[in-house]
């Protein structure tokens, strides 16, 4: 079993900035790629960015240029960071990692997701 811990959410103006943290912790074995989802209120839940453990990322189209995500493998810990934020940038931030292990000679994947952080950008 992974757990992922997540911080860093808040409110904050449009303009602003913030961090957002996510560390993985328990029956790691090897985890695969870890990034964040986020979701507003009445909408879909949206891939916002992911990186690969070789360092290979993936940004929606709306947070381009100004998020970054970035991970440090010996911690296992993603971050992103968040600059220019808008009102749109508005809702609930989700951690996700997946993994390979084994049972027995069985290779297999699972995945998790964090417990989710409120990001509120408002004047």
């Known amino acids: 079993q992974v757990q992922l811990v997540e911080s860093g959410g808040g409110l904050v103006q449009p303009g602003g900035s913030l961090r957002l943290s996510c560390a993985a912790s328990?029956?790691?074995?090897?985890?695969?790629?870890m990034g964040w989802y986020r979701q507003a209120p009445g909408k879909e839940r949206e891939l916002v960015a992911a990186i690969t453990s070789g360092g290979t990322t993936n940004y929606a189209d709306s947070v381009k240029g100004r998020f970054t995500v970035s991970r440090d493998n010996a911690k296992n810990t993603v971050y992103l960071q968040m600059n220019s934020l808008k009102p749109e940038d508005t809702g609930v931030y989700y951690c996700h990692a997946d993994q390979t292990y084994y049972k027995g000679s069985v290779i297999l994947v699972d995945d998790f997701w964090g417990q989710g952080t409120q990001v509120t950008v408002s004047s």
């Open positions: 328990g029956r790691i074995f090897s985890i695969n790629a």
